[in-house]
């Protein structure tokens, strides 16, 4: 891609303009695990126009920024994960079931009532649209099978690694379709890890390799503490981080200015180019 040696690049989301949600809204959801139509400003006739604009506005503004590599910012999304999680077959979010989220509330999320299926390609309109808008290098994200299948009740696989695997095979063919229509790197969001490590050493990996099967392009995965907004402290080290060795992503995305995190346990990731986030957004609120 002919890229700087330090190129620089956005983890994700972009904060989305007061014309287009009510940020009031969206904080009193919390990250939202179903829809959350009432935060958008625009009705739906003109909502995927508004979109469109307010996604410009924000590429522009990575590249005024020198960023080497943009994204579209996510500004379709009301959270990192719902916007392809609620898209999926196999989902219930109208009636939905409770799960403790990761700051020990109560959440409610999909409920699992049938085989996971991708009925559709969910964000390849969203990279057409992106590169379309800029000659640099473009990312898209995508949240991560093991992430996904903790943020639902099951009620119809009965067994978290079975679960995770058919989250992983939804997520491969929407890899697939991303790097066909134009980006050059596809990055798996998989906070979770972090916050469920036992868990995730037993399948995490292996769902991450399932999900990237194929992939024609650079692939990285991202994991992070929680949103700087929620999650105020936090811890200094991963609880789940050299696993990620053993993936076959190129890149590992981390969260590291916030937590302050010691640099050294990098060491144990050789095989991997990687994204240190530089930002404390904590600070940057303050």
Not at 220 to 230: D, I, R, T, W
Not at 238 to 259: K, N
Request: glycine share 6%.
């Amino acid at each position: 891609m002919g890229l700087a040696l330090l190129p620089t690049a956005p983890v994700g989301s972009y904060p989305q303009p007061d014309w287009l949600i009510d940020r009031s809204k969206l904080l009193g959801h919390g990250p939202p695990r179903l829809r959350a139509r009432d935060i958008w400003r625009v009705d739906d006739d003109h909502l995927e126009a508004a979109q469109d604009d307010a996604t410009i506005v924000a590429v522009r503004d990575m590249e005024r920024a020198g960023l080497d590599i943009v994204t579209d910012g996510e500004i379709r999304r009301e959270s990192y994960s719902n916007r392809f999680a609620t898209a999926l077959n196999g989902v219930d979010i109208d009636t939905p079931g409770e799960v403790i989220n990761r700051m020990g509330g109560m959440t409610y999320v999909p409920r699992v009532v049938g085989d996971i299926r991708r009925a559709r390609p969910v964000q390849v309109r969203d990279v057409e649209f992106l590169r379309a808008l800029t000659d640099r290098p473009i990312k898209m994200t995508v949240p991560g099978p093991f992430t996904m299948s903790v943020q639902v009740v099951d009620e119809h696989y009965g067994d978290a690694e079975a679960l995770a695997m058919a989250y992983a095979d939804a997520v491969n063919e929407e890899v697939r379709d991303l790097f066909a229509a134009g980006a050059d790197i596809v990055q798996l969001d998989e906070p979770w890890m972090q916050a469920r490590p036992e868990e995730a050493k037993r399948f995490a990996v292996k769902a991450i390799n399932r999900a990237l099967e194929g992939a024609s392009g650079t692939t990285a995965v991202h994991m992070c503490f929680g949103y700087a907004n929620m999650v105020k402290d936090k811890p200094s080290g991963y609880s789940f981080l050299p696993e990620l060795d053993a993936t076959v992503a190129d890149q590992i995305s981390i969260e590291a200015a916030q937590p302050k995190l010691d640099l050294s346990i990098l060491a144990a990731l050789e095989t991997k180019t990687i994204m240190v986030g530089v930002l404390d957004m904590e600070a940057v609120e303050a």
